[in-house]
Each structure stands twice: as structure tokens, then as C-alpha cells.
């Protein structure tokens, strides 16, 4: 049973770049969660995706983020203009039933460098 | 708002030493509490989880006990390894619909020296 999936591994972006990431969640799940590593800090949530559906994006900044999970394929998350200030390891987890005694399960992360 | 704090790192043992982390938390309802464990370049991985009060969760040798009173769930082990060496998040989840979000510390570095 293939765990979460990412892709691509390693992105670097020049300033102004857009950036996208892959997540498929393990077979069986349907929520997805995105969450934003900064260098020497813990995990800050970003958002929760169901299919076709975002459930919580308060994590989100307000402009040049954006994520979906259509009901066919991975989920995306979309950094438009990227800036150096989004270099970071950025995250996906998934879960079975979507509730808070559930385990996420984290994919290998993608590791975002912008030049 | 909801939030974990953990001990600060960095962490540096000899092997077969007795090891405590520390977390505490705070919650506005009842959270299920986690232990994950990052090894280098690698993403998270669940080391254990406690979903109600006084439940002890434990995997490889770790242990820790959700503690309501106290609002915490220290990690432990009593003979630690090399191989133990990596960042260790404590992290809560709430039990609020719509609000399964991951809440995690800042994370506490582990270097154990043989």
C-alpha cells in the first residue's frame, strides 16, 4: 500500500515563478492537508481539502495561494509570483475519516527554493 | 488560541541515557495529542498518539501519557538509541468538525552520541 505521495521532491523557482506542488493522498483517503515548513521551525498549517471541496484555509495567506483537490488526480497546491520568502518545505498529510483522532499521513515533502 | 509548547532544543544524550521531552498544551476543547518524529530530508512520521485523557500511547519504546490536569503528554524512553537521533514534534488535534488540523510545537532536536 503506497504511502503519500509528492512531487516534485525538490523545486527551485526564480522570483516571480509560479510553483506547483503534487500531493496524492494513500489509497482509501479522502482528506488531504497542506502544511508549510520554514528552516528551523515546526509545521504551520496552510489548509484542508476534501474532494472538490476546501474545508479550512485559514492558514492560507491571503494572495498568490491557492489549492485544490478535484475529483480526479492529486491534490495541487499553486504559489503564483513566488517571492524568496515562500522557500520552505511544504508538506501533505492524509487521513482516513477526517477527524481529529484519525492519523494524518505525511508525504516526504517538497522542498521549494526560490532564487 | 490553540497552541503546544516543547522543550527547548537541542537535545544531546549518550546512548542508553533516559529520555524526557516535554510538551504542554493548550486547547479550547479536547484535543487527541501526538507525537511525530522527523528523520533528516525525510517528511513526518507518526510515533504515537493518546486520543482522551489518561490514555498512554507507545511505539518503540516511547511512551507518553495524556495528562488533562496537567494539559500534558511528555515523551520518554528509557534507553535511547543512535538511531533515536532526529526532531521530535508534539502536535494536538481538535475534536471540532471542520477542524482536524494538525497543531504542532516547534519541535526539539535529538542527537544521541554512542
Known amino acids: 500500500n503506497a504511502g503519500v505521495m509528492q512531487n516534485p521532491r525538490h523545486l527551485v523557482r526564480r522570483r516571480g515563478q509560479e510553483a506547483r506542488l503534487r500531493c496524492s493522498p494513500m489509497k482509501g483517503h479522502s482528506h488531504v492537508y497542506w502544511y508549510r515548513q520554514l528552516p528551523e521551525e515546526g509545521l504551520k498549517f496552510m489548509v484542508y481539502l476534501q474532494k472538490e471541496n476546501i474545508i479550512d484555509e485559514s492558514g492560507m495567506p491571503k494572495e498568490r495561494f491557492s489549492a485544490e483537490f478535484p475529483k480526479e488526480g492529486p491534490s495541487i497546491l499553486r504559489i503564483q509570483q513566488v517571492v524568496r520568502g515562500d522557500s520552505a518545505a511544504y508538506f501533505c498529510?492524509?487521513?482516513?475519516?477526517?477527524?481529529?483522532?484519525?492519523?494524518?499521513?505525511f508525504g516526504p515533502g517538497t522542498r521549494l527554493t526560490v532564487l | 488560541g490553540d497552541s503546544v509548547t516543547q522543550m527547548e532544543g537541542p537535545v544531546t544524550l549518550s546512548e542508553e541515557a533516559f529520555l524526557t521531552i516535554n510538551c504542554t498544551y493548550t486547547?479550547?476543547?479536547?484535543?487527541?495529542l501526538f507525537w511525530y518524529v522527523q528523520y533528516p530530508g525525510e517528511g513526518l512520521q507518526l510515533l504515537l498518539k493518546a486520543t482522551k485523557a489518561d490514555d498512554k500511547g507507545s511505539n518503540k519504546g516511547f511512551e507518553a501519557t495524556y495528562r488533562k490536569e496537567t494539559t500534558s503528554f511528555h515523551l520518554e524512553k528509557g534507553s535511547v538509541q543512535v538511531s533515536d537521533s532526529a526532531v521530535y514534534f508534539c502536535?494536538?488535534?481538535?475534536?471540532?468538525?471542520?477542524?482536524?488540523?494538525?497543531?504542532f510545537g516547534t519541535g526539539t532536536r535529538l542527537t544521541i552520541i554512542p
Open positions: 486547547a479550547t476543547g479536547y484535543p487527541s
Open positions: 498529510a492524509s487521513s482516513q475519516q477526517g477527524v481529529s483522532t484519525d492519523t494524518q499521513y
Open positions: 502536535a494536538l488535534s481538535l475534536s471540532n468538525f471542520g477542524n482536524e488540523k494538525l497543531t
